[in-house]
């Protein structure tokens, strides 16, 4: 045994551990701030319509009747709602364990044995301990963990974002599916009314039963397709109810809402718009956060550990003579480094640095995947405004050739069929405003959510 004297021991272990945390020093901080100098900001998007408005959360750009009650229900009890936040709660939980480690532990303990042709004894002792952070390693775990609680903050604000704006959605589909099933009443009933024209004409040996039967199939028809509707209506209530927690699904108190409310078209800060206020993003952002911690956690799990316990024990025949009345303590300190572990050490450093890498590059899908939702709904709002355009002429121009077919089979001049396919196109032409509005709408909400507007919590 090489000895060595007292007086150079403490230099050597100083050189020694300072050597330890050079090597298990992590020297790639640069994910995070790479990621914070990703946020869109330079992205040049399409020019929007002067009829774009600013905002601040959804429910600026709809206010309809019995909405703002039916979103205050859904944050209050979706089920899906309440599963995320209480993953941010266990988050939350994580920190108060992460720091325990850097607390004091007290452990009480007492026994008793006896052995044949022996008297009783018993035993009582109390133990406190504390590793000392030399090397910010439980500071370190603490961050991490406050890391992961912010991620898991801003994931359970995306989640109420996107419930509010399912809800939204929701009701919309419910107003749309309702004049839809409007318009088929009505489709119905000009063509019953067809029926008695036909009638008429037919007693005045101006047409023929043929006529009659063209007619009542497109009745039945028609018929149908309002036997669909108001099951749509039904799915679509179904769906809100479940959205909004509610095992009664019938959604009686669905106000009487027949016209779609008006939902603006969000502004985005034109020439630019920074996709940070995204709460997706954030936690994304906060994964790389807290995964660099991790890094330094796994690399400092390469230098030794210090720590410092002291005990009071006291032994006796009787239970009360053993509970500390002349105890003994003790004080041990010691240092504990891994000297061999097989490599497994080293392999969770490497293990940490790809979750880091990884989660970088789940930051930059996030980012792209948000700048396209932007791109889409962009282009979709210029596409939706452009067929509404046509659409709408298209629909003029039936309602007139309706009123002139009309007259003209009343005189004789056009046949059954032509006038039952005006009569088709027109009401097709309706139904295709109402769902490209509601279409419309939808992709409003849409950008909304892809510029990161939500709901305050």
């Not at 050597?12 to 900001?41: F, K, N, R, Y």
């Not at 330079?42 to 774009?52: L, R």
């Not at 532990?105 to 002792?125: L, P, Q, R």
């Not at 009701?171 to 004049?179: A, F, S, V």
């Amino acid at each position: 045994m090489i000895g060595l004297r007292k007086t150079s021991f403490i230099p050597l272990m100083a050189i020694v551990l300072t050597g330890l945390s050079a090597c298990a020093s992590h020297q790639d901080p640069s994910l995070s701030e790479t990621a914070s100098e990703m946020t869109g900001d330079g992205i040049i998007w399409q020019a929007q319509s002067d009829e774009a408005v600013s905002a601040t959360a959804l429910t600026d750009l709809v206010a309809v009747e019995g909405l703002q009650s039916y979103i205050d229900e859904a944050l209050k009890n979706n089920a899906n709602l309440q599963q995320t936040l209480i993953t941010l709660r266990k988050a939350q939980v994580a920190i108060a364990s992460a720091e325990a480690a850097d607390n004091l532990n007290v452990d009480a303990n007492f026994s008793g044995s006896k052995t044949e042709n022996s008297d009783e004894n018993y035993s009582a002792g109390v133990t406190v301990s504390w590793e000392l952070d030399l090397w910010q390693k439980i500071s370190d775990s603490v961050t991490a963990a406050s890391f992961d609680a912010s991620s898991a903050r801003a994931a359970y604000q995306s989640s109420r974002d996107a419930l509010v704006a399912s809800v939204i959605r929701s009701y919309l589909d419910i107003i749309t599916q309702q004049q839809l099933l409007a318009i088929e009443h009505e489709r119905l009933s000009v063509y019953e009314n067809s029926e008695g024209i036909i009638l008429t004409r037919y007693r005045t040996g101006l047409g023929t039963l043929d006529d009659l039967d063209n007619a009542q199939t497109s009745s039945a028809t028609t018929r149908a397709s309002i036997a669909l509707y108001e099951n749509s209506i039904s799915t679509a209530k179904r769906t809100l109810a479940v959205l909004l927690g509610r095992q009664d699904q019938y959604l009686s108190d669905f106000p009487s809402v027949t016209e779609f409310p008006e939902v603006l078209e969000p502004l985005i800060n034109l020439p630019e718009q920074d996709l940070a206020r995204r709460p997706d993003l954030q936690a994304a952002y906060y994964n790389i956060k807290a995964s660099e911690a991790n890094v330094k956690v796994a690399y400092k799990a390469l230098l030794p550990s210090i720590s410092l316990s002291a005990a009071l024990t006291d032994n006796g025949t009787t239970p009360s003579q053993s509970l500390l009345t002349n105890p003994l303590w003790s004080l041990l300190g010691q240092i504990t480094a891994p000297l061999f572990q097989g490599g497994a050490l080293r392999a969770q450093i490497d293990d940490a640095e790809l979750t880091a890498l990884n989660s970088w590059w789940q930051y930059r899908e996030t980012l792209l995947n948000s700048v396209q939702e932007v791109q889409d709904a962009l282009d979709n709002e210029k596409a939706f405004t452009q067929r509404q355009h046509y659409i709408d002429i298209a629909y003029q121009k039936a309602l007139s050739s309706a009123d002139t077919f009309s007259g003209q089979y009343r005189q004789g001049l056009v046949d059954i069929l032509d006038l039952l396919s005006v009569y088709d196109t027109t009401f097709n032409l309706q139904a295709q405003r109402v769902e490209l509005q509601y279409s419309q709408l939808s992709n409003r909400i849409d950008l909304g959510l892809a510029l990161g507007l939500g709901v305050s919590q």
